[in-house]
């Protein structure tokens, strides 16, 4: 390498990174996609990322040993996962998104993001999200999964019966984005699954207090986790298909 050669790399190298555009917005058009209003307004998108990063958005998830979501934290995470973060958090996208499910300018709300790994049998009863929630999106990054399998989310009409699905159960594969509008029927869940499930959760929320509350309430739980991991799993394990919680 010559001296030129070695004053231009130097000086790339100091320059800022640009985010790299991953997600696939025309995904969420009508064409391809999975909508309805109700009995709430929901979507499901399946290839709205690219298979070229998958192998930079999977290795860049957090070292994270609890199951269950934790909060977000830019810090711990790989370049094209805060890339990808940033844009699904944008104004476009969310704005775009909320469109599709009945919140007119949806990037006016704080949005909880949180990250999980793997579960434990514990989680994916059925439950609606909770009050302080607008609208809730979840992308996949698991390389595949069996269909029919336990841990694919179902969207649902009964909040007691895991069988009453709106549409097939959705697998939790890459680049699968599931989105809803949240309201007293908006019951979803999974069937008992452990082990490795990667999904970033973004969540829009009614205001700043809610996000600050919930992101300190994230913090104190992964501490819990550390210490009461196994309790948690050894409830989990027993756990009814049809187990649900109001929040």
Known sequence: ??????????????????????????????DGVRHALEPFPWLVATDTLPDSEHAALYSGFPACAQAGFVPYESAQCGRQLNDLVAEVTAPPFADAL?????????????VLVTICTRLNKRHGTIHTDSKSKIASAL???????????AGSLRLLSEIDDIESLLTPEIPPVYGTLVAFRRSDCS????????GERRVIQFAWLTDREALARKTQRGHMQRLLKRVFG?????????????AAHRD
């Open 1 to 30: 390498m010559n001296e030129q050669e070695s004053l231009a790399n130097s000086a790339a190298s100091q320059l800022p990174a640009m985010p790299i555009k991953v997600i696939k917005m025309h995904r969420l058009q009508r």
């Open 98 to 110: 909320g469109e599709r499910l009945g919140v007119p300018a949806m990037s006016k709300y704080p």
């Open 139 to 149: 992308l996949y990054l698991n390389a595949d999964w069996t269909p029919g399998s």
């Open 187 to 194: 019951f979803h869940g999974h069937l008992p699954f452990e």
């Open 230 to 242: 196994p309790l948690d799993r050894w409830l989990g394990a027993r756990r009814d298909n049809n």
